[in-house]
């Protein structure tokens, strides 16, 4: 079987963002694989620690000196300086995370917990596709 839902995201600040449990609050009670993708391609989707904010600060620290907006090579600009560094940095990362799912409940470890990694100043909302594939 196969279930699909759509999941709109307030707008977030530039960062690292749990969404976890928005992404929770959709799982059918399947057992199987969840595959959940971001429609965007400014912004990114992984999987980390959950637990100490301090890494979700030390990886938006890490991106911005890896891919910084102060130099003046890019070509696509048309909405800011944040523009193309968002488009690398989604790039890098990518827009689908991927996990097991048993009874509807997802088998991350103890510490992960699913990022919306927001790359832009002035995002907008955020459109999420969460993808079920199992079984009842």
């Given at each position: 079987?196969?279930?699909?839902?759509?999941?709109?995201?307030?707008?977030?600040?530039?960062?690292?963002?749990?969404?976890?449990?928005?992404?929770?609050?959709?799982?059918?009670?399947?057992?199987?694989?969840?595959?959940?993708?971001?429609?965007?391609?400014?912004?990114?989707?992984?999987?980390?620690?959950?637990?100490?904010?301090?890494?979700?600060?030390?990886l938006e620290t890490h991106f911005n000196i890896m891919v910084p907006e102060d130099k003046n090579h890019y070509q696509h600009t048309q909405?800011?300086?944040?523009?193309?560094?968002?488009?690398?940095?989604?790039?890098?990362?990518?827009?689908?995370?991927?996990?097991?799912?048993?009874?509807?409940?997802?088998?991350?470890?103890?510490?992960?917990?699913?990022?919306?990694?927001?790359?832009?100043?002035?995002?907008?909302?955020?459109?999420?596709?969460?993808?079920?594939?199992?079984?009842?």
């Open positions: 079987m196969v279930f699909q839902k759509e999941i709109y995201l307030k707008p977030y600040p530039r960062g690292f963002h749990i969404i976890s449990q928005q992404i929770f609050d959709v799982l059918p009670d399947f057992t199987g694989i969840v595959n959940v993708f971001t429609t965007h391609t400014s912004a990114s989707l992984a999987i980390n620690e959950n637990a100490d904010p301090s890494v979700r600060e030390d909405e800011g300086p944040d523009d193309m560094t968002s488009h690398i940095k989604s790039t890098i990362i990518g827009s689908s995370v991927s996990f097991p799912l048993k009874n509807g409940n997802p088998l991350l470890g103890i510490w992960q917990g699913i990022y919306l990694c927001e790359h832009r100043n002035n995002s907008p909302s955020r459109k999420i596709i969460v993808t079920v594939y199992g079984e009842k």
